[in-house]
């Protein structure tokens, strides 16, 4: 009965591969998020998507694309990985798109080598 | 401008009292969080306050506002080894509606018999 579930939970591929990792909310909210945390634990948001609507796109590659089929799922393909794409990326997903606090998934820890 | 502030690290000895700071500079944000962060894991929200209290307490935690500094706290009471993890505040600034959470770097909080 996890909350925000990603999967999946380790990532490990080589420069150039594309690959995605999916997540999936059983709260019943609208709004979801992708975050990145660095190896300084420093968390960055990256984007939202309030009822499959992109609502914050921040300063991301464009070989980051996020993919929403229904509110309850976030998915994000990354293409052509970089060394610097190594990671830990949560998923997160909060009542609504203002004001509220955000429930996060146990992240996806993605090493390109 | 966005940031949150914090120092990297606290140590304090098991049953005594940890106090982690943290400064913003976003006067518009309306909710202030702290999340906890185990090794291994996702964030776990563990408290927040709205921005027109100056404190809120919560069991062993007590959080304090300080709106004209732009400084919030986090008081952890009689601090088990269990409460070792990383600590992040997060401020909520005004983005055309939407939440954006905007973490601070973490503080590092070791316990020790």
């Known amino acids: 009965d996890t909350a925000v579930s990603q999967t999946p939970k380790y990532l490990v591929t080589q420069m150039g591969n594309d690959k995605s990792i999916k997540c999936e909310q059983n709260?019943?909210?609208?709004?979801m998020y992708w975050y990145k945390q660095d190896s300084k634990k420093f968390l960055k948001i990256m984007f939202s998507y309030n009822n499959k609507e992109l609502i914050i796109n921040e300063t991301v590659p464009n070989r980051f694309s996020p993919k929403s089929p229904d509110k309850a799922h976030l998915n994000l393909h990354i293409n052509s990985l970089e060394l610097g794409d190594s990671a830990v990326y949560f998923c997160?997903?909060?009542?609504?798109?203002?004001?509220?606090?955000?429930?996060f998934g146990n992240g996806t820890r993605l090493t390109v080598t | 401008g966005e940031d949150v502030e914090q120092s990297l690290f606290l140590s304090v000895r098991e049953g005594d009292s940890s106090v982690i700071n943290c400064t913003y500079t976003d006067s518009s944000s309306t909710y202030l969080y702290w999340y906890k962060q185990e090794p291994g894991a996702g964030l776990q929200l563990l408290t927040y306050?709205?921005?027109?209290?100056d404190m809120k307490q919560d069991q062993r935690l007590t959080v304090l506002l300080n709106k004209k500094d732009k400084h919030l706290s986090l008081r952890i009471a009689d601090t088990q080894t269990g409460d070792s993890a990383i600590y992040f505040c997060a401020e909520t600034p005004f983005s055309g509606g939407y939440n954006k959470l905007i973490f601070g770097a973490g503080t590092r909080l070791a316990v020790h018999p």
């Open positions: 709260l019943g909210h609208d709004t």
């Open positions: 997160a997903s909060s009542p609504d798109r203002a004001n509220s606090p955000l429930h």
């Open positions: 306050i709205f921005s027109n209290m």
